[in-house]
């Protein structure tokens, strides 16, 4: 069972918003997922990545890849969580 870390879309049209997901690689991008780890909205201004870094780092520790977007969320998410709250 191949695991990937993945979006899966749950906006409206013209309206996207994300699920971080945990699904099997060949599973459909909106399908059942194994565990959702956070939300993206790419068009909000403030707080737009709600992350759970903490099991993201499980997951690619038990085996799960992922992509290259989500990789990029996963550096952003840990960027923010490291830096200091002004």
Do not use: C, F
């Amino acid at each position: 069972m191949a695991l990937k870390i993945r979006l899966s879309r749950i906006g409206s049209t013209h309206n996207p918003i994300y699920h971080v997901v945990v699904a099997e690689a060949r599973s459909r991008r909106d399908g059942r997922a194994t565990e959702i780890l956070g939300t993206y909205n790419p068009r909000a201004k403030k707080d737009s990545l709600v992350l759970d870094t903490a099991r993201a780092d499980y997951w690619v520790s038990k085996g799960a890849k992922p992509t290259d977007t989500a990789k990029s969320l996963i550096k952003e998410a840990k960027q923010a969580a490291a830096a200091p709250a002004a």
